[in-house]
């Protein structure tokens, strides 16, 4: 698959790894795909564009093998191996990442978990103990860790970043609500409930003033 797999692209990808686990996990042999463009919320011809980058082609009439496909999609993603994580910010939601089976179930392990405030230090959350944050570039090193999360207030943000990239960090999923900015080389994901939630609140209110629909 290209390097650069536009964005849009990416997440319809993931969208139908999603559904064809699931029709995995059920024991699905084969899916459509106009039925696989409807679970991810796209065309037929959508789909086909996108898997054929993959060198993966449905089969006029049989539709898509399941069994073969998710392995191709795993691997193009590079979601079919590991990935070693450290977390930053043993509070609300650090914790609760730490708790997250998800994470873990899709390969995403988190191996470190530290943090600042020396009364939380030694401190055990899901098995993991909360390192002081003079111990991360050790750490990282050690542990072999790529991804980092920053789950601190907005202002210690940035300087986290900054540690988390000094210490060989690749990638950083960033919960606090500030714009991290990070040297070319860096990747950086910013969630965002409160936005997912003015999304919604826009769509639903957008709805209601539409005229209902004969
Ligand atoms: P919290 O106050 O419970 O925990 C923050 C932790 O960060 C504390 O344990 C604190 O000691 C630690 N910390 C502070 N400065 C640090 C530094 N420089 N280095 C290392 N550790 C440091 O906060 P909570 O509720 O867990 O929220 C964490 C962040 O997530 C906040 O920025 C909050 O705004 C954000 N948040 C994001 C949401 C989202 O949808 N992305 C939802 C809710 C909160």
Request: charged residues 20%; contains cysteine.
């Amino acid at each position: 698959m290209p390097q650069a797999v536009p964005r849009p692209t990416l997440q319809r990808l993931l969208r139908y790894l999603r559904e064809l686990e699931r029709l995995e996990a059920e024991g699905t042999p084969t899916i459509a795909s106009d039925e696989l463009g409807a679970a991810a919320g796209t065309t037929a011809h959508q789909v086909r564009k996108d898997l054929s980058c993959l060198g993966t082609l449905g089969r006029r009439g049989v539709g898509y093998r399941v069994g073969d496909i998710v392995p191709t999609l795993r691997a193009a993603l590079a979601l079919d191996r590991q990935w070693r994580v450290a977390l930053v910010g043993a509070g609300n939601i650090g914790r609760a990442l730490c708790a997250y089976r998800g994470f873990r179930e899709r390969g995403f392990h988190i191996v470190a978990l530290f943090d600042s405030d020396p009364r939380k230090e030694g401190c055990t959350w899901a098995r993991l103990k909360v390192l002081p944050m003079g111990q991360l570039r050790r750490t990282v090193a050690e542990l072999g860790v790529e991804l980092g999360i920053i789950a601190v207030p907005a202002t210690a943000a940035q300087g986290v970043a900054d540690q988390l990239v000094a210490a060989g960090v690749r990638g950083i999923l960033n919960f606090a609500p500030a714009r991290i900015i990070v040297p070319p080389g860096v990747q950086v994901r910013s969630v965002d409930l409160a936005v997912e939630a003015e999304q919604l609140a826009f769509l639903v209110s957008a709805q209601s003033t539409q005229p209902p629909q004969p």
